[in-house]
């Protein structure tokens, strides 16, 4: 009987279909999303049923969910963050859980990047300013010589410092778990310090808890930029909305939302820059993440490119 494999993210194998071939070459039954959008927790547990494995998005993987399909044995995360899943319950049913933490370094890094240089330089005002046909010009923040805050300096944080680098920004880390070297200059700072030094904060930690609430957000620059490609949890939505009417914060830009697809007063403000959870959607990400979750899936289901 054929392992069955059930496959999360809507977008898998869109741009390339290398993955998928995979799957196919390892001869698996594959059960595509039907939906073509995030699943809610009923879909998928109709999803998982009779299923061995999943590749696996950010649809929720909880207790109820990973304890109604007791045929499946692995998820296969494509990316980085598996908040969504219960590891505790995958323990206990013996499911084993992987990741791809690597690949997206690149690709979100490259967008924080893009995304910061749109605000300091008022990009997409300026375009829109034209578009009406009016001339106006806008004085910007310069990349060189601005402090920038990393909340959390793992892969990710780490590969957008190494841009930043490049264009002289001094760069101030705060991650209380970060036991690396700092070769290149950057300190590690307390949270309530960085955020009163820096012209720009970048979040890239982990976890669902509230890290920039009302007070911290008081706490940044006058003007300050704020950037969140990590998680909406991270910041409290209120706080950022008041920040931007009031101009305490002359730009935010967020890729990760508190619910999504995100519909909400964000979409209504102008110095927010807002993308739909691209910061991995890039060719080669997209390829490398998908193709190295099908290589963990398959290996946790034992199955190899020899007798597969």
């Known amino acids: 009987m054929s392992l069955r494999v059930a496959i999360g993210p809507s977008s898998f194998a869109q741009e390339d279909a290398t993955p998928l071939e995979r799957l196919k070459e390892a001869k698996v039954d594959i059960v595509p999303n039907p939906f073509g959008r995030r699943l809610t927790e009923d879909e998928i547990i109709e999803h998982l049923k009779g299923v061995d494995g999943l590749i696996a998005g950010l649809e929720p993987l909880n207790r109820k969910v990973i304890e109604s399909a007791p045929q ?46 749109s605000l300091a330089r008022q990009l997409t005002s300026a375009n829109r300013s034209l578009h009406r046909k009016e001339w106006k010009k806008r004085i910007g923040l310069g990349l060189m010589g601005a402090k920038v805050l990393l909340v959390g300096y793992g892969r990710i944080g780490q590969r957008v410092a190494e841009l930043l680098r490049a264009f002289g920004s001094e760069i101030l880390i705060h991650d209380p778990f970060f036991e690396g070297n700092l070769d290149h200059g ?56 008041e920040a931007l009417e009031s101009g ?16 909400g007063r964000l979409c209504e403000l102008d110095s927010a820059l807002l993308t739909p959870h691209v910061g991995t959607y890039t060719r080669q990400c997209r390829l490398e993440m998908e193709s190295e979750a099908v290589d963990n899936l398959l290996r946790d289901l034992g199955v190899t490119r020899e007798n597969g």
């Not at 998820?75 to 319950?89: C, K, L, M, P, Q």
């Open 248 to 263: 305490h914060l002359s730009g935010v830009w967020f890729d990760a939302f508190w619910e999504e697809p995100y519909s």
């Open 72 to 117: 499946l044995k692995s998820i296969a995360r494509v990316g980085i963050g598996v908040t969504n899943v219960d590891f505790e319950a995958a323990s206990d049913r013996s499911v084993i859980v992987s990741n791809t933490p690597d690949p997206p370094a690149v690709a979100v890094a490259e967008l924080t990047l893009a995304a910061l240089l």
């Open 186 to 241: 950057e300190r590690n700072v307390s949270l309530d310090e960085g955020l009163q030094a820096a012209d720009i904060v970048s979040l890239h930690a982990s976890g669902t808890e509230c890290i920039v609430g009302a007070k911290e957000i008081q706490t940044m620059k006058e003007g300050a930029i704020l950037l969140n490609s990590a998680r909406g949890e991270l910041v409290d939505e209120s706080a950022v909305i």
